[in-house]
């Protein structure tokens, strides 16, 4: 049992380790995306009027920064569409979107959570930044649409979990899962399984434990599986001038799993024990009859003197 729990609490530690790296990283690069999309509002702004540069530029940003964004857009001020690297959205208008009119009332950007946003890839989860394009004055021109694939977004965690496989050189099944604050599930391992799941609603204990911030780990029961498991937790934070969106990572693995090379150790053990000890435990009850024989035999002869 001593080995037991050490074995669980160091890996749970490494757990930790991985699922804050991972927010670490989503952290660093949607901050990387915020200030791309910061950057192309200021230089967009004096080719507002010329459709297609604009169009020119949006798909050249998209073929160069592949597979990052899935679709980028500009809207003028009256919230159409004036340039798209989806041709169908061009003309169409947006004025009644909730990104559009909080960019036009603030003048700030604005970060749509993950979501399904109309792209050329119908079903993709997305995070959208909204960047409105303002001349010298500060006059309100139109916005600039950005949005990045959750998939861009998943290969983060999976090249993580690898390296944490490589180092640990586990043989058993490491599964992650990504939720936004609210706790709706968008990201899991397990894709057959995957579905339109609010894990805090669900009282999974690991993900209402992330909402602290701190990262850390905890034994729970799997929710589909049902078996003990071991879940390391942590919450993006933002990173520089990005506010962050509070998302929160689980990274598991089966508590089985983790002891499995401790019970191989222990037969191995076990079986060495045996076969040195029980042919010495023969020999000593052998001994002994021996001892005890003789024993009877000289008080035999004793009586008989």
Do not use: C
């Not at 520089?240 to 089966?254: E, K």
């Not at 401790?262 to 076969?275: D, N």
């Amino acid at each position: 049992r001593f080995v037991e729990s050490r074995l669980v609490e160091a890996t749970g530690g490494e757990l930790t380790l991985a699922a804050a790296e991972v927010a670490e990283k989503l952290d660093r690069m949607l901050f990387e995306r915020q200030g791309h999309a910061l950057t192309m509002a200021r230089s967009l702004e004096l080719r507002i009027s010329d459709a297609n540069y604009l169009s020119e530029y949006l798909n050249w940003v998209k073929h160069e920064y592949s597979p990052t964004y899935l679709s980028l857009a500009v809207m003028n001020a009256q919230g159409t569409v004036v340039a798209a690297t989806d041709s169908s959205l061009i003309r169409r208008d947006r004025s009644r979107d909730a990104s559009f009119n909080a960019v036009r009332a603030t003048r700030r950007l604005n970060i749509a959570d993950v979501a399904v946003q109309e792209t050329a890839e119908s079903g993709v989860d997305t995070v959208m930044f909204t960047v409105p394009i303002l001349d010298p004055q500060g006059t309100f021109l139109g916005v600039v649409t950005t949005q990045v694939g959750v998939p861009f977004l998943e290969e983060v965690t999976t090249r993580t979990i690898r390296s944490f496989e490589a180092r640990r050189g586990v043989d058993g099944r490491v599964e992650y899962q990504m939720l936004t604050k609210q706790g709706r599930l968008f990201v899991d391992s397990d894709l057959p399984h995957k579905g339109d799941i609010n894990l805090k609603e669900l009282g999974l204990p690991s993900a209402l434990l992330s909402e602290a911030g701190a990262p850390g780990f905890i034994e729970e029961e799997h929710l589909r599986r049902h078996v003990e498991v071991v879940t390391g937790y942590a919450q993006t934070r933002g990173f520089g001038g990005f506010a962050g969106l509070g998302w929160s990572i689980l990274v598991r693995m089966d508590r089985q799993d983790i002891l499995a090379p401790s019970h191989i150790f222990l037969w191995k053990v076990g079986i060495a024990g045996g076969v040195v000890w029980i042919p010495l435990m023969g020999l000593l009850f052998w001994a002994t009859a021996r001892l005890r024989a003789e024993h009877r035999q000289a008080q035999q002869e004793s009586a008989w003197a």
